[in-house]
């Protein structure tokens, strides 16, 4: 699973969380999410939510990870986003 297939599957809402991710870390640093890729891409939202959360990304941006996990979980618009 690419960045492509996991867009695929994704609404509006999870789709830009990736493009977020994108911009932020380059495709190149999102593309080395394998695992939540091949989570996302299955829509197993569960999963890609806690790859998320596990990286050092959330690390590095800690409030950014949570707010975006969330949005990837549920699918629906960050409520700060409106």
């Known amino acids: 699973p690419n960045i492509r297939a996991a867009m695929a599957v994704c609404n509006e809402p999870r789709q830009a969380i990736l493009i977020s991710m994108a911009y932020q870390i380059g495709a190149?640093?999102?593309?080395?999410?394998?695992?939540?890729?091949?989570?996302?891409?299955?829509?197993?939202?569960?999963?890609?939510?806690?790859?998320?959360?596990?990286?050092?990304?959330?690390?590095?941006?800690?409030?950014?990870?949570?707010?975006?996990?969330?949005?990837?979980?549920?699918?629906n618009w960050y409520p700060d986003y409106k």
């Open 28 to 75: 190149d640093g999102l593309s080395k999410f394998t695992n939540t890729l091949k989570y996302v891409a299955t829509q197993n939202w569960h999963a890609a939510q806690a790859g998320m959360l596990a990286s050092k990304w959330r690390s590095d941006t800690p409030n950014r990870a949570h707010r975006h996990a969330i949005q990837m979980l549920n699918g």
